[in-house]
T-cell receptor, first 117, second 116 residues
Framework: AQTVTQSQPEMSVQEAETVTLSCTYDTSESDYYLFWYKQPPSRQMILVIRQEAYKQQNATENRFSVNFQKAAKSFSLKISDSQLGDAAMYFC??????????????FGKGTHLIIQP | GAVVSQHPSRVICKSGTSVKIECRSL??????MFWYRQFPKQSLMLMATSNEGSKATYEQGVEKDKFLINHASLTLSTLTVTSAHPEDSSFYIC????????????FGPGTRLTVT
């Protein structure tokens, strides 16, 4: 079974600084997707960034970037120039890559990110 | 685009009654819908996967007779919690994907169920 581990229950960062959230996963599959989702107090899940395992290049989305280390099964999220609106729960998630795409996500336990003004 | 709605957003029911939660894809045809459960301050746990016109596939440990899932159309899936008990109180979130982009899931806003 696939597992996703987020070892940091809570992280705090000063506004405008950079913070890195850690995620490791365990799988025997070679093809899969990895995601970072943000869940603000509204509880709406928001996709932050996605990484296909077959791509060596790390994904980036504006201030958000990942460090994907496939051999180490590590998938960390770096948030640059942190903003107050970044405060939320962040979940790392894994999804197997099948032809039909009909597989649910396996989530880590989440990291609560606090932004200090 | 890719909007998913849930109804109701909050529901309170008495122990022993049943409650139905709807999940709708508003601007796309959802070939697959997923139901997740989230306890307070915890992560999302996949409960079941449903494909339109087929029986849902339940995750291990999820009682299929208690959590009835119906995916009768490409835009609607329902989760019915039967004979609800206080331990069923939780936040239920649905997500949907479609054939054109099967690796992306679009999440609904969630439904908070409280069983008294």
């Amino acid at each position: 079974a696939q597992t996703v581990t987020q070892s940091q229950p809570e992280m705090s960062v000063q506004e405008a600084e950079t913070v890195t959230l850690s995620c490791t996963y365990d799988t025997s599959e070679s093809d899969y997707y990895l995601f970072w989702y943000k869940q603000p107090p509204s509880r709406q899940m928001i996709l932050v960034i996605r990484q296909e395992a077959y791509k060596q290049q790390n994904a980036t989305e504006n201030r958000f970037s990942v460090n994907f280390q496939k051999a180490a099964k590590s998938f960390s999220l770096k948030i640059s120039d942190s903003q107050l609106g970044d405060a939320a729960m962040y979940f790392c998630a894994y999804r197997i890559l099948t032809g039909g795409g009909a597989d649910g996500l396996t989530f880590g336990k989440g990291t609560h990110l606090i932004i200090q003004p | 685009g890719a909007v998913v709605s849930q109804h109701p957003s909050r529901v309170i029911c008495k122990s022993g009654t049943s409650v139905k939660i709807e999940c709708r894809s508003l601007d796309f045809q959802a070939t697959t819908m997923f139901w997740y459960r989230q306890f307070p301050k915890q992560s999302l746990m996949l409960m079941a996967t449903s494909n339109e016109g087929s029986k849902a596939t339940y995750e291990q440990g999820v009682e299929k007779d208690k959590f009835l899932i119906n995916h009768a159309s490409l835009t609607l899936s329902t989760l019915t919690v039967t004979s609800a008990h206080p331990e069923d109180s939780s936040f239920y979130i649905c997500s949907a994907s479609w054939f054109a982009n099967p690796y992306e899931q679009y999440f609904g806003p969630g439904t908070r169920l409280t069983v008294t």
